[in-house]
């Protein structure tokens, strides 16, 4: 256990965080769709390998999450395998493990992929994994998230985090609770509290030990079509109050994803949480907040990969500091 619990901690050590590099396929053609570039293994290759190899990463990146396809593919000066190349940097590689979604009924998700993925977790972990994530989508609306979907999700991503640990990889346990909609700060206050506090019984119902695991969970905010946008205090004082509700002590770090906010907004919410006091290492995870201004600059073209890796890791740099309040 103790190999797990230094991962973890490495993960969400103070001052870096974690790159999610690990779009799907379909999602990375719709990014690269958005900037008119062609999607294929190997402009999606060269993408990543313009963002793994911007200098100096490694002083506020602790981990990167790798997609499948990434993770067998090579950087590209050296040759070595994306994992080797990761780790030869003190960068922890890490696999998005879920297979994605499928309907739990007509208005709500489940997380699909615990067939056969012990199997898969020991494969990762010997080509040089050390941690995987998984996503739980949670949706806010009418009716909905009903009792019984949040505990169908709490109980596969407990699942999952207890084959993980089986498998000496830390799992991050990420359950959004998406903030498409017009729901108001409360509601995405109660609906993530619903969550959390069923996401750790069920990590309780199955051993897992959580200072081995990284919460990876969405902040509290007004839904994006909510007439009223809660301030960055708000956000900052209501995600902490749903964080220490239902939160143990144990778990060493949150590392929140960013959902669709600002790059902005993420990271300055970032950073006013960080002026709280708590027990857990408070991090980012971040997927579009990192990438998005990165691949704009970048637009498919050889030529701006310079731009883009500046861009990059003045974003990286930000929320580095957000994460010690530094902003
Ligand atoms: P975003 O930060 O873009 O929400 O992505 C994080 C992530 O890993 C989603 O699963």
Redesign the pocket.
């Known amino acids: 256990m103790s190999e797990l619990h230094a991962v973890a901690h490495k993960m969400v050590k103070k001052g870096k965080g974690i790159l999610?590099a690990?779009?799907s396929t379909p999602t990375c053609t719709k990014r690269f769709a958005s900037i008119n570039t062609d999607s294929s293994a190997e402009s999606r290759n060269f993408y990543r390998n313009m963002l793994f190899t911007t200098e100096d990463i490694e002083k506020y990146i602790s981990g990167v999450?790798l997609f499948d396809e990434t993770f067998h593919q090579s950087e590209l000066s050296s040759g070595m395998k994306f994992p080797e190349y990761l780790t030869s940097k003190d960068i922890l590689p890490g696999i998005?493990v879920d297979q994605g979604l499928e309907d739990f009924s007509p208005y709500e998700k489940l997380t699909k992929g615990l067939d056969g993925l012990s199997e898969r977790l020991e494969k990762y972990y010997a080509l040089g994994a050390r941690f995987a994530?998984w996503?739980a989508v949670i949706t806010p609306g009418d009716s909905i998230p009903t009792d019984d979907c949040i505990l169908a999700n709490a109980k596969n991503l407990a699942k999952y985090a207890r084959k993980c640990q089986q498998a000496n990889l830390v799992p991050i346990v990420?359950p959004?609770v998406l903030m498409d909609g017009s729901h108001t700060i409360d509601e995405s206050f109660d609906i993530t509290s619903r969550t959390l506090n069923m996401v750790f019984n069920q990590l309780d119902e199955y051993n897992v030990s959580l200072e081995g695991i990284v919460l990876?969970p969405n902040m509290v905010l007004s839904g994006y079509n909510c007439s009223y946008q809660a301030t960055i205090r708000e956000v900052a004082e209501k995600t902490v109050n749903c964080l220490l509700r239902n939160v143990p002590p144990d778990v060493p770090g949150i590392a929140?994803?960013?959902?669709?906010q600002s790059d902005d907004h993420?990271t300055f919410h970032l950073n006013e949480m960080n002026k709280y006091e708590t027990d857990w290492n408070l991090t980012?995870?971040?997927?579009?907040?990192?990438?998005q201004s990165a691949l704009k600059a970048w637009s498919g073209k050889e030529e701006n990969v310079t731009d883009a890796q500046e861009v990059f890791i003045g974003k990286v740099k930000a929320n580095s500091l957000a994460t010690v309040a530094g902003l």
């Open positions: 999610a690990d779009e999450i998005k994530k996503r990420e959004e990876k929140f994803l960013s959902g669709g993420a980012f995870s971040y997927g579009r907040a990192l990438q």
